[in-house]
């Protein structure tokens, strides 16, 4: 019995053999920092700014298509002006991490204790997986409590509120923050977990990508990817649901959409028939069970 064999072109060492040598050559012709910042940057512009372009334009280019995947209806939708002042709030916000980012890197070149691993070898796949699985867990995490904690009546009004002014979000709108929450809710969550782990710089640009392009996608405002929009849009139109990104501690807080519905018309039949906390428990309980 023949069995397959993939052409030698397309074989995984075939790809491998030239990413690595090229990634050799990066690392003996430029200088740890000057790869960290311009990596970052790159990868910035293109699995953030890359995405965005792509979702704003869809509206333009595909009027009908556009239409049928957006959640919110039209009337809903942010107009051209407040897209224009989304885009000078986050090209702000973008030149702000990357100015923390320049200093973060001076800082610790001169300490020489740098953030990332940038190693002239790629990382192995198992080092890749383990530092990727447990960054996106304590990110969520990050995220989770970090936006809970902007929703607090006396920080909401000052910081959180500019990021609620898109109800139907945009793309661009996952960055239209407070430079405040910028840096708490969108830069620290996303760094802090490969930095502990010590990555390799290509496993936290990885990470990185992934990120971005999640975020643009829950802003989109599109059912695209299995509706993968649709947690954090609910958030953006209804506010006190939906804190996370993975969905696990929403499900832990009971912040998840059903929960919280639940609760409410327990909590509605209560009021409204004179029942006791027994019966509003028993109606929680037939509820969760369903
Ligand atoms: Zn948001
Ligand atoms: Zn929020």
Redesign the pocket.
Known sequence: MSSFHLPPSLSPLALYEPIASTWTGIVQSYSPATIEFAGTLIVQLIFFWGPCAIYLSLDRLFPKFSDRHKIQPAPKQPTRSEIFHCLSVVLRNQVLSSTLHALLIYVSTKTGKGAFRVDASIPPLFEVVRDIVFSLLLREALFYYS?RI??HPRLYPKI?KI??KFTAPVALAAQYAHPIEQIVANILPITIPPQLMHSHILTFWMFMAYELVETTTVHSGYDFFMNAAKMHDL??EK?LIY?GAIGVLDWFHGTDGSRMAAKRKAKGAAAAKGITQEQVDAIMKETKSE
């Open positions: 936006h902007l929703h959180h990021h609620h958030h953006h506010f804190f």
